[in-house]
């Protein structure tokens, strides 16, 4: 219910139905709606103040509501849309669905950033004491950290490497030492690139002492934070950092959508597993057995990646937009629930 009170008390001001009950009952029955919608009191306690039965209190709150004396409204911050967040919840079956209205001068790009206060705040709801927080490389993810102004004690660590070594200090490594810095814990960056040019230095990097320290954690992470990235220039970093050529490769293999250097294609099933060798990133299978994974991904045009991951089970929990929204609410057939976590592709 608003905070001010929409209680008339009199037959005027309630209009024509109200104006059928005496003036005592209505007296009677504003005090009493009084009493539980505003003071939150039990309708025993009510029945026991008025003298009369709880039955007759509730007959009386019933009929307040149906008169008119008393309006409830459920109220959200405007920028928050409750009923897509609710209807896209249920339709993948996430534990957790933020969507955030999308701004209107900027229709066509991916992941605003207003997506990122919100997850940050979202963030705040999730961690408790204790937790490790895991952080993936993403514009998205970076925006988030950079609005976070509360967490509870916990762990940072990052889960891949950066898209550009040199830009480091502005990206997912500063991203975990922003969060680190909130929460009072302790950080545990990567400073490695995510794509290397081959399987053999993307493993004697993965054993250098701070990149293996951090990989240890991977384990512990309870609530992770992840982009989404479509598979087309601009939209996903993973898709930037290769060549032609294997960009052609990839995608002859229906790639749909990248997140943390893991590919998908339209039905959530892991394609193109060779690239992650090359990559300094969280195993699919490690994200899989993180109890919370948060994705960050808005924008039309990311409407159909966004679809592909949530159909993976990699997620459990996503902040969009409404122009996502809209789209992943008709797209194709209904998928399987989202904490169903057991991998599509099989053992």
Known sequence: ???SEEIPVSGMSAGRAAMRMGPAELVQAAAMARRF???GKSKIQIAEEFGVSRF????????ALERDLV??????PAELDAERSDALRARYGLRHAVVVESPAE????PDPENLGEVAADLLGELVAEGDVLGLAWGRSTIHMAAALDRLPPCTVVQLTGVYDAGTAERGSVEAVRRAAQVSGGDAHPIYAPMLLPDVATASA???????????????????ACVSIGSWEAGISTVHDMLTEE?????????VEAEMSAHLFDAEGRRVGRDLGERCITVEADRLRRIPEVVAIAGGARKAAAIDAVLRSGLVTSLVTDTAAADALMTAGRTPRPALDREDPDGP
């Open 106 to 109: 900027a229709e066509e790009s």
């Open 71 to 76: 309006r409830i409204e459920i109220r959200v």
């Open 37 to 39: 919608y505003l003071e």
């Open 205 to 223: 990097l993965r054993s250098q002492t701070g990149i293996a320290r951090a990989f240890e954690y991977f384990d512990k992470v309870t609530v």
């Open 56 to 63: 007759k209190v509730a007959r009386v709150l019933e009929t």
């Open 1 to 3: 219910m608003n905070s």
């Open 246 to 254: 294997e960009r052609a490769h990839y995608a002859s293999l229906g």
